[in-house]
């Protein structure tokens, strides 16, 4: 693919909000994740929950939007001055030239969840003020920041569980490739609900202690909540530094709905098809932002792909020890640490794992590492299958 | 300027209440025969191991069903097919059950229920019947899903130069959520695009933005379905193709984007 410039990015996990407090929880090894003491929610469980979340007002005039996931969507775009530069953006291109593209899990489910518990005891209806399209439905985050910048092109929602919010940076770079738009707003946002709090608990995927990544104990996730997001651009006259989308790379199980394929085979796909479309060999990437979520099933499967084809010379690690795996958000997240990575020359390292798993043959980082990053690789991957990898680099 | 959005369209799959399958369709679209309302036929998916066919779900099943219909169509191997699936809701009987059960004193909710909540259940239905490791992209645009679905579809037709196959479906709630989002039935629509135009081409379609309104269809049955069932927002793409009449209809997608399509013969 023609490289892209992340021209502005942020992201807002339990580690802090925006870019200073990622990068200094990351360099000092710290997590965001605590004991669930989320709604009423009685799991032993722990999760990456972001402070404030529910402080965050939404203009007036979007009031129909006001749900815990779209108050993470605002404060998320309005950190590390990026909304500005969306609306700078806007007036560069025009309000129809510049798409909105977000990946979610959830959306603003816990809406309705909530709502059932308010229903009329003798009609069985939902509260008047429940706003099923504006909070509930998966688009709504894209549809609530389209209306936000007052946005009038192409939007839409990418939800395929866990590589959501990667995914929606191969469906930008498309449309930007092919002149349809001239700049993307590019992301993922899903927020803490009782349905994947429960359900990954149903599924006994969830720790009962701040999740291990690649751990040869590790025994399960830690659930999270986060929002990130990038403005993609074309690239010509890129500052040298500036940080680049090289190559995006889309596969499928085809296999289980929540359970990986063994081998990884799906996931060395994906991994094979961003490396070919950035042009780049596995000799060429310096470290790996793996999906590792923690529990056994994936690590191991993802853990033989990418040792089937970087053996162990490239540093990698998962950094959902830190953040909590944040779902549909993961992919955009991770792909800021990706930024982050290139432009400070640091190599994340994995908060809760102690003794990586011998059985993975992966040169898996436990502690930071400072060096020259030149190319990165991020795999997000999620339940039904769906598997998505992006190759980041730095402007020559 | 021409679009890059551009395809020829090998093949075609429908269901709607009523329209049992895309002949039907073809022929009450062309007039022949007249529109009688029914609810929609949602037949087992074959291609499921046994288990997952008994308990597939309505939006599975419509999915499955069209995604079938448009490869059988344009003898296609959908072990080898690009897919997008482009669906405004997810399984909405699921949903409500989930909802109702999170709300009660009792939230163990079944494992098997949580993963068929995520957006993405029938593709990867899709993928387990098919075998196919092909990437497969999964939409939510609201009211907009089927236009987001067609300009993603051909977009990657467009770069990657192989077919790709566009599912979009939507399923109904059951109340209390019906009353907020009152979906009436299930319906699909599956297009097969190729960028080459092959043997199996039925019409090249061109796809570009505009601001023109989306024209009704004239019969109302038909025009009410097509404002009920986001999916079935495609019915006068449709209708040029069951009348193979060349020319252009604008479809709704996202106000004020709206597609122009343009469907031109073989």
């Known amino acids: 693919m023609t490289p892209l410039l992340l021209s502005a990015f942020t992201a807002t996990s339990c580690l802090g909000r925006g870019l200073d407090a990622t990068r200094h929880a990351l360099r000092s090894g710290r997590s965001g994740l605590a004991p669930c003491a989320f709604e009423t929610v009685k799991l032993d469980t722990w999760v990456g929950e972001v402070a404030g979340v529910d402080d965050e007002r939404l203009p007036t005039a979007l009031a129909d939007y006001d749900c815990r996931n779209n108050r993470l969507t605002r404060l998320g775009l309005e950190t590390d001055g990026f909304g500005n530069q969306v609306r700078d953006a806007i007036d560069r291109y025009g309000r129809a030239r510049v798409g909105v593209f977000l990946g979610t899990s959830t959306a603003g489910i816990l809406q309705t969840e909530l709502a059932y518990r308010r229903r009329d005891p003798a009609t069985g209806a939902l509260p008047d003020d429940f706003h099923y399209r504006t909070t509930h439905n998966s688009f709504s985050l894209a549809e609530f920041t389209r209306d936000y910048f007052g946005l009038e092109g192409m939007a839409m929602a990418i939800s395929t569980a866990c590589s959501s919010s990667a995914k929606v940076f191969a469906a930008a770079a498309r449309q930007i490739e092919l002149g349809m738009i001239d700049a993307a707003v590019v992301g993922g946002v899903d927020t803490l609900c009782l349905t994947t709090l429960y359900g990954f608990a149903s599924l006994q995927l969830t720790s009962p202690r701040p999740c291990r990544p690649y751990d040869a104990a590790r025994d399960g996730i830690s659930i999270g909540e986060g929002a990130g997001f990038a403005l993609l651009e074309r690239a010509a006259g890129a500052a040298p530094g500036s940080v680049l989308l090289l190559g995006a790379g889309e596969s499928s199980d085809a296999y289980h709905m929540s359970s990986p394929h063994p081998e990884g085979l799906g996931a060395r796909l994906a991994m094979e098809a961003a490396l070919k479309s950035a042009g780049l060999t596995p000799a060429d990437i310096d470290y790996i932002n793996l999906h590792g979520t923690a529990t056994p099933a994936n690590d191991a499967a993802e853990g033989t792909a990418v040792a089937a084809l970087f053996g162990d010379r490239v540093p990698c690690s998962s950094t959902k020890g830190a953040t909590g795996h944040t779902l549909g958000a993961a992919g955009a997240i991770e792909a800021v640490i990706c930024a982050l990575a290139l432009t400070d020359g640091l190599l994340p390292g994995s908060p809760g794992t102690a003794t990586p798993d011998p059985a993975i043959p992966v040169q898996y980082l436990l502690e930071r590492r400072e060096g020259r990053v030149r190319r990165v690789l991020s795999n997000s991957f999620g339940f039904g299958g769906s598997n998505c990898s992006l190759v980041f680099g730095v402007a020559a | ?266």
């Open chain 2, 1 to 266: 300027m021409s679009s890059p959005l551009r395809a020829w369209i090998e093949g075609i799959g429908l269901i709607a209440p009523g329209l049992p399958d895309w002949p039907a369709a073809r022929a009450v679209l062309r007039g022949e025969q007249a529109y009688a309302a029914a609810p929609s036929v949602l037949p087992a998916p074959a291609l499921l191991p046994p288990a997952e066919r008994r308990r597939a779900s309505r939006v599975v099943k419509t999915a499955l069903a069209v995604g079938l219909e448009a490869v059988a169509h344009a003898g296609a191997d959908a072990s080898q097919l690009t897919t997008v699936f482009a669906a405004s809701g997810a399984d909405g009987h699921n949903c409500h059950a989930l909802c109702e059960q999170l709300a009660s004193d009792d939230r163990q909710i079944s494992p098997t229920r949580f993963h068929n909540s995520v957006h993405n259940a029938a593709a990867g239905y899709w993928g387990i019947a098919t075998g196919a490791m092909a990437p497969c992209q999964v939409l939510c645009a609201y009211d907009a899903s089927f236009g987001a679905g067609l300009l993603d579809a051909l977009a990657q037709v467009a770069l990657m130069r192989q077919p790709v196959l566009l599912i979009a479906y939507d399923s109904e709630y059951p109340e209390p959520l019906h009353a907020k989002r009152p979906i009436p039935d299930c319906a699909g629509v599956a297009l097969l695009l190729n960028p080459e135009h092959g043997p199996r081409a039925l019409a090249a379609i061109t796809v570009s933005p505009t601001a023109d309104a989306a024209e009704p269809l004239a019969d109302a049955e038909l025009e009410a379905l097509r404002a009920d069932i986001p999916a079935l927002r495609a019915l006068p793409l449709l209708q040029r193709l069951a009348t193979g009449d060349a020319g252009r209809v604008c479809l709704d997608y996202l106000a004020p984007m709206q597609l122009a399509v343009r469907i031109g013969p073989c």
